[in-house]
């Protein structure tokens, strides 16, 4: 079974900084794709940034110039830095993996993100 962990949620003030994680339970070269979205009350969930396998980049753009994804091969993880955050990057963020955009998704519990004013 597939295990996406996320952790590194909280509350910060704005322009402050957070680094989001994701620890896969299995290589995360098992999948082509990789990505971090989010969701805040009464919106529909977004994609914030994703990684390939091959490690080319996609972000929101709402979010460019502030959040980088990166990954860790060694310890099946992919993280999020956010930087010069905002009240309204406030949402849980979830991790998703999948093999294909087609294919099934997998995905993690969600850490809060809050950001005040």
């Known amino acids: 079974q597939v295990q996406l962990v996320e952790s590194g949620g909280g509350l910060v003030q704005a322009g402050g900084s957070l680094r989001l994680s994701c620890a896969a339970s299995?290589?995360?070269?098992?999948?082509?794709?990789m990505g971090w979205y989010r969701q805040a009350p009464g919106k529909q969930r977004e994609l914030v940034a994703r990684?390939?396998?091959?490690?080319?980049?996609f972000y929101a753009d709402a979010v460019k110039g502030r959040f980088a994804i990166s990954r860790d091969n060694a310890k099946n993880t992919v993280y999020l830095q956010m930087n010069s955050l905002k009240p309204e990057d406030t949402a849980v963020y979830y991790c998703?993996?999948?093999?294909?955009?087609?294919?099934?998704?997998?995905w993690g519990q969600g850490t809060q993100v809050t950001v005040s004013s």
């Open positions: 990684i390939t396998s091959g490690g080319t980049t």
């Open positions: 299995e290589s995360i070269f098992s999948f082509n794709f």
């Open positions: 998703k993996a999948n093999r294909a955009t087609w294919d099934v998704d997998y």
